[in-house]
């Protein structure tokens, strides 16, 4: 959203550098005892090798405010870099998901400064960037991201689940693309990446267009999500049981798949078998290829190790 873009600006450069340098710290640290805790986020191992990422203002439905922003890239920038990380969990506190954009935080980033048309566009369109760029790292991140959501998940929440690997949800869940209530269009990645995943323009047309909700079976049906859990708690069980499997298995071909995939789904057939090509005469070096058959010739689980 234009609007929400401004926040950036502010909080990169008061709060990203003082979070960026608490998370790379406390993930050098022992992981199966790493937590991390700042105004919008709380992030944790609670399995070996994955990682939960937990929007964490359930008092607000964890609506996402200045803070969010910043504090979001920069989680998703340092997790990507961290070799003992090989999935991620983004959940919700609370009974809701996300509410979406925190209308109550924006007051004052509304107007751009400056009288010009053109120079006014030109700062918002930056900011409009910077916004794009906090969900987007979590597409960038070769590490897959499950998002686990329960209840509301509205505006700028479908945004984020959009830019997810894998989606799971609860019975309860119910999802809206509320921007055009707003009287603006959704900037952020749902008119980019909702239509790839969902395959059915003609229905990604009437959600944005008339803002309606629709609820997890119907989600399920159309792709969005892959898996309806009866509850949260048995949700965030699921997820973490799917990251820890996906966790088991050689990082290097994991993280090469989520590579090849985004490449490709934004590219022609032949390009992407060229991407994998390439990507492959190196990768297919790994010692986790002789260690990943070795094991299955003795039955017993490889192990491999961290990137």
């Not at 090989?86 to 009974?95: E, F, I, N, P, Q």
């Not at 990943?292 to 491999?304: D, L, T, Y």
Request: proline residues 3%; contains cysteine.
């Amino acid at each position: 959203m234009a609007t929400f873009g401004l926040l950036l600006t502010v909080t990169r450069h008061r709060l990203g550098a003082v979070c960026r340098r608490q998370l790379r710290a406390t993930l050098h640290r022992n992981m199966s005892a790493y937590s991390y805790t700042s105004e919008s986020l709380a992030v944790s191992t609670p399995r070996e090798h994955v990682m939960q990422v937990a929007m964490n203002r359930p008092e607000k439905r964890n609506a996402m405010n200045q803070g969010f922003w910043g504090e979001m890239a920069d989680c998703f920038q340092t997790i990507a870099a961290e070799p003992d990380v090989r999935a991620v969990v983004l959940s919700g506190a609370g009974k809701v998901f996300s509410a979406g954009l925190d209308l109550s935080d924006m007051e004052g980033f509304i107007f751009v400064e400056g009288s010009e048309i053109p120079r006014k566009a030109m700062q918002m369109r930056m900011s409009i960037k910077r916004s794009q760029e906090a969900f987007s790292v979590i597409e960038k991140c070769p590490k897959p991201v499950i998002a686990a959501i329960q209840s509301a998940c509205l505006g700028t929440g479908v945004d984020l689940i959009s830019a997810c690997d894998i989606r799971l949800c609860t019975q309860d869940a119910w999802f809206q693309i509320k921007e055009v209530d707003l009287g603006i269009a959704a900037d952020v990645g749902t008119l980019q990446r909702l239509p790839k995943i969902i395959g059915n323009d003609s229905l990604v047309r009437e959600l944005v267009y008339t803002a309606r909700r629709f609820e997890a079976e119907e989600a399920k049906q159309m792709g969005l999500v892959s898996r309806v859990y009866p509850d949260r708690e048995a949700m965030l069980e699921g997820a973490l049981d799917l990251a820890s499997m996906i966790a088991s298995k050689s990082p290097i071909a994991v993280q090469g798949s989520k590579v090849s995939m985004v490449y490709s789904r934004d590219h022609s057939v032949q390009e992407g078998l060229d991407h994998v090509a390439m990507w492959n005469s190196t990768m297919l070096q790994s010692k986790d290829v002789a260690e990943a058959v070795q094991a299955g010739i003795e039955k017993r689980k490889p192990e491999f190790s961290k990137l």
